[in-house]
């Protein structure tokens, strides 16, 4: 197959070729040079640090070189010397390969048998990178190209859009079940006089072997494996989820938890294995540890994938993501999984929607809190324990570390964080503060208002491609549906997100973002609500005393707003502020708004400044430019000079009527003699364009003859101007009339 080569698009534009290194018909090997070029550069020219000129800039020339993206035989190479490319539009060369190696298994092509690196770039930089990706769920060593890979998901739209179909990427712990591994759940569930009996009656169970992590090159008996009994409560309305948005979606289950697991899973969630398949990616095949990326499945194109899960950090709160309330059945247990996750926020947010309203469900979540605080603190200490012991027996052997130390820490947090909840047996805590009541609640009411999100998603998206002809995508058509629900909202979070957090990387900050929200750290003219548990917050009460039309709300209305994406009735929700801040306070918070709207107002100014400057550069303006003839430039735009300039020539005039043949001119001028030296850029300039216009050649060289000719013809007559010397004035005149005359052309 042919296979054409185009320039890189990282490439400093324009290049000029400087020099080719093969010729058509010619064998090229992968990483051979294929040519030299020349491109060129503005730096920065260091000043006096107290200095408060504009900053100078110089042209810089450089050169680079073009190697082979693929082996085979050269075709054809359609460049030649001196020619000029300004983008990566054009095919410079045509190569015929044998082989491809579109596909690989095991680091062998699929094709040809022949070994394939890693890193094989056997695709051109022609719309695709060369990097050879894994686009299959459970199997690793298949490997394609980003060309092969494109292919095949558009076969997979294709196949998505007839039968009117999205993508919908489901994580699993916290979002469609909860998982514990607390043994009290099965005491509780074999006991009809427990509070908690009838909760625990769909609870489902499996049992899996926790292998032990053994220090690296540990020579003795392995230990069997430990047995552990989980114990998982699907979300309710789970199966009517499933039940309505399959015939609409795609589904593939994407976990952070081991495969082993995740099969676990989908065995209790889909029994007959038809709305997942083997759709099943885990933390053993996603390639990182700690986040997920939709390129691990579609590396080429996410227009049709939708994301649901509890995490939005995990995902780097991409448009794709519907984030959901995470599901807690089994209070202050959390996602035993998500050690191997960035440690998440501890705030009363996380916990999500509470429907319990009485004031001892603030007792509650407080309870909660401070056992999953003091579980984390447990898993760490026994992280701890175990990572120094693991480090002595490695100072012992002095072995070198066959994983890396980040992944033995994730994967002892893991084993610890079981351990730990079936020592401490946090459910059995909890339910001493509880007299006897509920602990367990199962009135989760999320996965219906998800499952109509998720239809008029789709809804929208075929409604569009209907209406425009060519396929939506999915990355601009949620963000534009979210950013309603609380356009024009200004919020400002009190007694929330814990000190020290930087509230602008909250999660609940980046997750009402998503959906219009703008937030503040302190209260100020824009807000318009104040969400907070506790009216009588110092922000609650200035808020409010500061403008009465703010509205202080319980953080609950947000939540029901994020699950029906609408702005619900805030009425319900609206807490009551008993006591205004005192005038003083209020005094004082006015200057402080006055000073910060003062700051504000002047980093405003310097922006602007600094854009006007960049624009200047842009347009033109050549005051950021080193012109090494900045006296020059000062004499050819001095009207003064330029007056002299005609007397001079007037006089010289004169003087040559009145002269016999022969005299010496250029002691006839009545100015002082100036000269200068130009540099090639200085020379293009006030040459009127030509270097620009100068054609084939590029502009670097045009610029270089013409200062040649002008070296050449006055060899002897040049001097720096920063030198002070007076000598040879009649040379300075002579070359200054050369100068002048060779502008005036």
């Given at each position: ?36 070029y ?29 190697d ?30 044998l ?63 007839k ?7 489901v ?12 043994p ?13 009996y ?11 072997d926790?292998d ?14 430990r047995?552990?009994?989980y114990?998982?409560k ?39 294995g ?17 986040h997920k ?5 579609f ?23 519907i ?10 247990v ?69 994983i890396?130390?980040?992944?033995l ?24 503060h ?48 979210k ?15 814990p ?13 009402t ?10 209260v ?15 922000k ?73 400057q960049?624009?200047n550069?842009l ?32 006089d ?67 001097r720096?101007?920063n ?19 060779e502008?005036?052309?």
């Amino acid at each position: 197959m042919t296979t054409p080569i185009r320039l890189p698009s990282n490439l400093p534009f324009p290049v000029t070729i400087a020099k080719l290194c093969v010729s058509t018909g010619d064998s090229v090997k992968k990483g051979q040079r294929l040519f030299v070029y020349k491109y060129w550069e503005l730096q920065d020219i260091i000043t006096a640090p107290n200095e408060e000129a504009p900053k100078k800039k110089r042209r810089v020339d450089l050169i680079g070189t073009f190697d082979s993206p693929v082996e085979g035989t050269l075709v054809s190479l359609n460049i030649g010397l001196g020619d000029e490319f300004v983008n990566d539009a054009n095919v410079i060369a045509e190569v015929s390969q044998l082989c491809s190696h579109e596909v690989t298994y095991g680091g062998l092509c699929v094709v040809c048998g022949k070994t394939v690196e890693e890193d094989d770039q056997s695709a051109p930089d022609n719309g695709f990178s060369n990097s050879k990706l894994t686009v299959a769920h459970n199997n690793t060593n298949i490997k394609v190209s980003e060309r092969q890979a494109a292919t095949i998901e558009k076969t997979a739209q294709k196949h998505l859009r007839k039968h009117k179909k999205l993508v919908l990427v489901v994580d699993l712990d916290q979002t469609v079940i909860h998982c514990g591994v607390d043994p009290t759940i099965q005491e509780w569930a074999n006991d009809p006089s427990n509070p908690n009996y009838d909760a625990l009656k769909n609870v489902k169970t499996f049992s899996l072997d926790e292998d032990p992590i053994l220090p690296p090159f540990y020579m003795g008996p392995r230990p069997p494996p430990r047995k552990c009994q989980y114990y998982v409560k699907l979300r309710p309305g789970l199966q009517e989820f499933f039940d309505k948005i399959a015939p609409h979606f795609e589904l593939h289950i994407y976990t952070m938890a081991t495969r082993a697991y995740a099969l676990e899973i989908a065995k209790i969630i889909d029994p007959a294995g038809e709305l997942f398949g083997d759709r099943i990616l885990s933390r053993d095949e996603n390639g990182s540890l700690t986040h997920k990326s939709l390129e691990r499945l579609f590396p080429m194109d996410q227009s049709m994938v939708v994301i649901i899960d509890d995490r939005g950090d995990v995902w780097s709160w991409c448009e794709n993501l519907i984030k959901v309330v995470p599901y807690n059945f089994f209070v202050g247990v959390g996602d035993i999984n998500s050690n191997f996750l960035p440690r998440q926020q501890n705030s009363m947010l996380h916990l999500g929607r509470r429907n319990r309203k009485k004031a001892e469900e603030e007792e509650l979540i407080t309870d909660i809190m401070d056992t999953e605080k003091k579980l984390q603190e447990k898993i760490d200490q026994e992280v701890k324990k175990q990572e120094e012991k693991f480090n002595k027996i490695n100072e012992e052997n002095q072995p070198e570390r066959p994983i890396s130390k980040e992944d033995l820490t994730k994967k002892l947090e893991h084993n610890a964080s079981l351990e730990v909840q079936q020592q401490n047996r946090p459910l059995a805590e909890l339910q001493k503060h509880m007299n006897n009541q509920k602990l367990l609640i199962d009135d989760d009411d999320e996965l219906p208002h998800l499952s109509n999100i998720l239809l008029s998603v789709h809804k929208t998206y075929y409604d569009k491609l209907a209406e425009q002809g060519q396929p939506p995508d999915i990355k601009k058509l949620m963000p534009e549906m979210k950013s309603r629900v609380f356009e024009g909202c200004h919020f400002v979070f009190s007694g929330l997100i814990p000190l020290g957090t930087n509230v602008r990387q909250a999660d609940i900050v980046l997750w009402t973002n998503m959906f219009g929200a703008k937030t503040s750290v302190d209260v100020d003219e824009y807000t318009t609500h104040v969400i907070t548990k506790t009216p009588g917050t110092f922000k609650a009460r200035l808020a409010k005393t500061f403008n009465p039309n703010i509205r202080v709300i319980h953080p609950d209305w947000i939540f029901e707003c994020l699950v029906k994406w609408a702005r619900v009735n805030e009425k319900p929700y609206e807490l009551i502020t008993e006591q205004d801040v005192s005038p003083e306070e209020l005094e004082e918070f006015k200057k402080r708004l006055d000073k910060k709207k003062q700051s504000e107002q002047a980093l405003s100014e310097s922006v602007q400044q600094e854009a006007a400057q960049e624009l200047n550069l842009l347009t033109g303006n050549d005051l950021w430019l080193d012109n090494d003839d900045d006296e020059m430039d000062e004499f050819l735009n001095d009207e003064d000079g330029n007056d002299d300039e005609e007397e001079a020539a007037k006089d010289l005039g004169e003087q040559q009527n009145n002269k016999p043949p022969g005299a010496d001119l250029s002691k006839s001028s009545s100015h002082e003699s100036r000269t200068v030296e130009l540099s090639s850029d200085d020379f293009a300039e006030h040459n009127g364009g030509k270097v620009a216009d100068a054609a084939p050649d590029s502009q670097q060289q045009a610029a270089k003859r013409s200062l040649d000719t002008v070296e050449a013809e006055t060899p002897h007559k040049r001097r720096n101007l920063n030198t002070g010397d007076t000598a040879n004035e009649n040379d300075d005149e002579d070359l200054e009339a050369e100068l002048l005359l060779e502008l005036e052309n």
